[in-house]
């Protein structure tokens, strides 16, 4: 019997032309400075080959030292400044959504969510990061 999945969808708005949200979203060296849910964690390492079959694996660990873990998938759809689509490592699904309203993007990521934290602890860790990637980008125009 198949179980029902919660999928969980978090959103931002950033300030900036779709390239430069595109780039620093994607680039290895500007994910490991926004990668992070709270200032005790960190993304220490990003590895990320931004294409459709291409993967990504990022190691995220607590600034303490005291846990840590990689995060990874294989990319199934890019589309440039547009949309990313992906299979996470252990199955779930994932998208981003790029809008272009003009004058800023707008990013609109939805995720299969996992059994083993409560679903608002999942959204809020996601919204933690999407945020943290609208503020890196923003101050650094």
């Excluded at 589309?79 to 199955?91: F, P, S, V």
């Amino acid at each position: 019997m198949a179980t029902e999945k919660t999928n969980i969808t978090v959103e931002t708005t950033v300030n900036a032309p779709a390239e430069k949200v595109w780039h620093f979203f994607n680039a290895p060296e500007h994910i490991v400075q926004w990668g992070a849910a709270s200032p005790d964690w960190h993304t220490t390492r990003a590895e990320n080959d931004i294409r459709t079959g291409g993967s990504f694996l990022y190691r995220m660990e607590a600034k303490d030292g005291s846990f840590g873990f990689d995060f990874g998938g294989v990319y199934d759809e890019v589309k440039t400044n547009e949309l990313i689509a992906y299979t996470m490592g252990d199955g779930r699904k994932a998208n981003i959504i790029f809008t272009n309203n003009g004058k800023a993007i707008k990013l609109t990521e939805t995720f299969e969510a996992e059994t083993e934290n409560p679903v608002e602890m999942q959204r809020g860790g996601w919204q933690a990061i999407l945020d943290s990637f609208k503020n890196y980008t923003e101050a650094n125009s």
